[in-house]
């Protein structure tokens, strides 16, 4: 009955930072693609996530909105991939890095 409850508990544990990661990529994306819409540059708001984030900018009519790729964590969790999408409305100083 205890190693059920354990990985009862790994599996819901795991699944709670998944969330959470996912999470700050979508804060992160979403105040990235506001700095460098308005003509400031994100470069500093993408360095805090750490390496191995991948940022793919895009544009999309008048928005520009940025997807960030990441890999929560070592173990079970290095083996999926977190995706988080923020998109802002362009202005004439904004633009694509």
């Not at 996912?22 to 750490?50: F, M, N, P, W």
Request: aromatic fraction near 2%.
């Amino acid at each position: 009955m205890l190693p059920v409850v354990l990985v009862v508990l790994g599996l819901v544990l795991g699944g709670v930072a998944l969330a959470a990661h996912r999470i700050t990529l979508v804060s992160a994306a979403s105040d990235a693609a506001r700095l460098q819409a308005r003509g400031d540059s994100a470069e500093e708001r993408l360095a805090v996530l750490g390496p191995g984030v991948e940022a793919e900018w895009r544009e999309e009519g008048s928005l520009l909105c940025v997807d960030l790729n990441a890999t929560p964590g070592g173990g079970l969790l290095a083996a999926l991939s977190v995706r988080g999408t923020g998109c802002a409305a362009r202005n004439d100083l904004g633009g694509v890095p």
